[in-house]
């Protein structure tokens, strides 16, 4: 299961959230019954992409 795609390089740590994994945290707290989920910077979702994305997923949890 993806939930927090990352990278670093030494001691510089870099997260982020794509698309698959915004997805997979929204069914997740839907599904346990949460009240919500934690992204990261969704200021630079551009395009709404990732918003969309968990929107969706949010409504389509079973």
């Given at each position: 299961?993806?939930?927090?795609?990352?990278?670093?390089?030494?001691?510089?740590?870099?997260?982020?959230?794509?698309?698959?994994?915004i997805k997979t945290k929204a069914k997740y707290a839907k599904q346990k019954g949460l009240l919500g989920y934690?992204?990261?910077?969704?200021?630079?979702?551009?395009n709404s992409e990732l918003s969309?994305?968990?929107s969706c997923a949010w409504d389509n949890a079973e």
């Open positions: 299961m993806v939930v927090g795609d990352y990278c670093f390089a030494g001691t510089t740590w870099i997260g982020y959230d794509s698309e698959q994994s934690f992204s990261w910077h969704v200021g630079g979702d551009d969309r994305a968990a």
